[in-house]
Structures are given as C-alpha cells and as structure tokens.
C-alpha cells in the first residue's frame, strides 16, 4: 500500500478529533457572486452546505493557500473552484505546513540566508569554472582565431617589439620544441612559437587562445640551457592544451560572453579581449595542471622536470627587480610559490 504524502497524512490524520463546523465564501467559477456556505469536516472530507450548494471533497484532494497575516485564506477544489475563509476561522486540521512554519522563523530565515551565501560562494568557486571550461571547449576555432589575432596585433602594437634574436637562433629554439613529444593527448593542440622583445615587461612568455605561444628575448636571455626555454614552452603549451586562457577569459566576462554567445555577436567581446589578456592571472590550480603537464612531456623526452623549477627561480629573482622598477612582470600571471618550486623539483 502505497504511503500517504506527509502533508496528506497531517489533514487526514486529525479529523476524527475535529468536529467543525466554519463559515466560508464559495466562489462556483460562473460568477463574481459569493456564496454563503457552512463547511464542516467529515470522515477526511470537505463538506459543504448552502443555499442550492451541497459539495463533499477529500480532503487530500484540496490546496489551501498559505497564511498571510489576517488575509482571508483560499481553500481550492480540483476544478478550479474556490472558498474564502477568514484566517482565524479555519480548524487545526489546516495546520500550517512545515514551509509556512519555517518562513516564519527567524532561525530559518537566518540558516536560509547562509544557505543562499554557501550556494552563491560554491558557484562562484566550483561552478563558475566549471562552466567556463564547458564553454571553453566549445568555443568555434575561428572565433579562437580572432581572440588570438586580435591579441598579437594589440600586444604588438602597444607592448612588443620585433625580436633581436637572429632568425637561425629563433628556429633552432622552435626546431627543439617542435621535436619534443607530447603523450596523453590524441588530438594535440596546434600551436606557433614567436619569439618578441619584451619591452617594459622583461622576461615574459604567454599563451594566446588561437594556440600562439609568446616568448620575450629577455626570458631567453635569463636561460643558461636550452632546456631551461624549452621547459618554460611546454609550461605555456600545457596552458595551451588546458585551454586555461580562453577559460580564465570566459569566467572573467562570464556574462558578456553568455549574451553574445546566445545573440551569434562576440564581436565586441572579442575586441576587448587583448586588454583582459594583460590583466589575466592563472589560478594555482591551473598553475599546477600546466606545470604537471610540462613535467610530463620534459620527463618523456628525458629533461628534468627541475629545469622549469631552475627557471622560475630566475623569473622570480627577474619579477623582484622588474617591481622595483614598477614594471610588469612574468609572475604577475604566472606567480611562482615555493610551493610549485618545491614540487617540480621532487618530480
């Protein structure tokens, strides 16, 4: 035998003790007219008399509306009919609900209120990124390529500069890379090295949405090995891959993004795009999977995953000097803890 629900069970089970009898307004649907009618309760029904009105309803059958202060409450039947009561007229067997009751309560309402801000805060933690990753990996490559194109051309026309690096030496640093084999991925993602002088903000290296890896001629110049840049690529490539960029840059226009996503318009998104690259800071979480990727692909190709510890500790002596002269600097995105140090070391 099927349970009764709960609220059902709390009409149905006091009846037996219950004999009411109130007056009520009866509304039939047809009319305006209110109807005088007496209600009474009998073996878990709803009886109604009245002049030429004669009714019986189960009582689990009714919806009874919530209690407003000293506003008439509203029994409805199943056909859409209704009666008015006053709301100190209905009998216990109208008990307030259990939602009624907790509306009621200032501890409720308090624990409600933490509730909300736990919802809110888990959203913003683990929900907002989340969905950023969701919509990351279904961004159209062409709308990826305008990000990154859009980005190369603001950079260097307001940051960069051309590379002083001869052309032999740039394609023998690509040339490595492009050597180094990538396991765990059996699509990898397409990406180019450039290489830049960076300007004000020294020894620097980024990862474009469009699959452009940057690298400044200072950062090469802070290198004692080749290992050292190619460690620093296979960071940026883990980004890459990750597609931690275009996630950081949706979760932080999450909304602007959501809208022209819906309307088929980015085109203005996408022109703001380079300033919020400037701004873009990874989270340690994402730190983490990108430097767990490049130890991956440096141990497969027998480099030691310590290499890219070596050279963060370079880049964080470099970032000291670089904010003492109140320039930008490679951690400002990319901020190297001893922690990361530590543990790429240990790998």
């Known amino acids: 035998m099927r349970r009764a629900p709960r609220w059902q069970a709390r009409l149905t089970s006091t009846y037996r003790s219950e004999a009411v009898t109130f007056a009520a307004d009866y509304f039939d649907g047809h009319t305006t007219r209110a ?16 002049k030429g009105i004669a009714r019986r309803e189960s009582l689990s059958a009714l919806r009874v509306s919530e209690p407003m202060g000293v506003a008439p409450r509203l029994i409805t039947f199943r056909d859409g009919t209704h009666c008015q009561v006053a709301a100190d007229a209905l009998p216990p067997v109208f008990a307030k609900t259990l939602v009624v009751r907790m509306q009621e309560s200032w501890r409720a309402a308090a624990a409600s209120v933490v509730v909300a801000a736990l919802a809110v805060v888990a959203a913003y933690v683990w929900g907002l990124p989340a969905f950023a990753a969701w919509i990351a990996n279904r961004v159209p490559a062409s709308i990826q390529a305008e990000i990154g194109d859009g980005t190369l051309q603001f950079l260097d026309a307001r940051v960069f500069s051309p590379s002083a690096l001869p052309a032999t030496r740039q394609d023998e640093l690509r040339e490595a890379f492009r050597g180094m084999a990538r396991s765990g991925n059996d699509r990898p993602q397409p990406y ?156």
Do not use: C
């Not at 001629?217 to 891959?241: N, P, R, S, W, Y």
């Not at 959501?258 to 380079?274: E, K, Q, R, T």
């Not at 470099?318 to 530590?342: F, K, S, V, W």
């Open 35 to 50: 109807h005088r009618v007496t209600l009474s309760i009998d073996a878990g029904d709803l009886v109604m008399v009245g």
């Open 192 to 347: 180019r090295v450039l290489f830049r002088d960076g300007g004000r903000i020294g020894a620097n290296a980024l990862a474009l949405p469009d699959g452009t890896i940057l690298m400044t001629d200072q950062l090469v110049g802070l290198a004692k090995t080749d290992e050292e840049i190619l460690a620093v690529l296979a960071h940026e490539l883990g980004h890459l891959e990750r597609r931690h960029s275009l996630r950081m840059l949706i979760q932080g226009s999450i909304v602007a993004f959501a809208i022209g996503w819906y309307f088929g318009d980015l085109g203005g998104l996408v022109a703001a795009m380079p300033a919020l690259m400037l701004q873009l800071r990874y989270s340690r979480g994402l730190e983490r999977e990108a430097d767990e990727f490049a130890a991956t692909m440096m141990r497969a190709n027998g480099v030691a995953p310590s290499r890219l510890a070596d050279m963060l500790a370079k880049l964080d002596a470099a970032a000291r000097r670089d904010r003492q002269e109140g320039a930008p600097d490679y951690l400002a995105t990319h901020p190297a803890t001893e922690e990361r140090i530590r543990s790429l070391r240990e790998m």
